[in-house]
């Protein structure tokens, strides 16, 4: 069973927008694709959290990301999972 919480520093919106993802590393995958979704932020988190799933050996995963600074990362327990960017456009 996996334990997954995604936080987002600021207020959550409700606001459709699309979002693409482009991960530094996720584990020890450096080769992971970029993520476009569309939708709300939590159709982002449900996104993250796939990822998170499919390249994280760790089942205790946080997903931080700021939508002001356009960035996050996957917290493994106390280690960093991976690095990622976001950018933000219109629906």
Request: proline share 2%.
């Amino acid at each position: 069973m996996y334990t997954m919480y995604c936080y987002t520093a600021g207020m959550q919106t409700t606001e459709q927008a699309t979002y693409t993802v482009t991960f530094d590393r996720v584990g020890r995958h450096h080769d992971v694709p970029p993520l476009t979704v569309t939708g709300g932020e939590s159709v982002l988190d449900v996104a993250l959290s796939k990822v998170a799933r499919q390249h994280l050996a760790s089942r205790d995963v946080e997903i931080l990301y700021s939508l002001e600074e356009l960035k996050g990362f996957f917290l493994c327990g106390v280690q960093n999972g991976g690095n990622f960017t976001i950018e933000v456009g219109n629906a």
